[in-house]
């Protein structure tokens, strides 16, 4: 049998990327882990989350910008 990390549904979290608001929607192992890629480059996690949305090409959404990037970093 395989083991599952501990799953939760989508939680909404609002985030103000350059004075405007947004809300994303990840799951709680995402955003644990933003937070710790956040704090291991000394930056806040909106810091962090602007700086992907900055970066992100078009027509990529901002929640898939956030998943690739935590995979990338895991």
Do not use: Y
């Amino acid at each position: 049998m395989i083991d599952l990390p501990p799953m939760t549904p989508p939680v909404k979290r609002s985030v103000s990327i350059d004075g405007h608001r947004t809300s994303v929607s990840l799951e709680e192992a995402f955003w644990k882990a933003l937070g710790a890629q956040a704090a291991a480059r000394g930056l806040t996690r909106a810091a962090l989350i602007g700086q992907i949305d900055h970066a992100r090409p078009p027509g990529i959404g901002l929640a898939t910008a956030l998943r690739l990037f935590v995979l990338a970093h895991a």
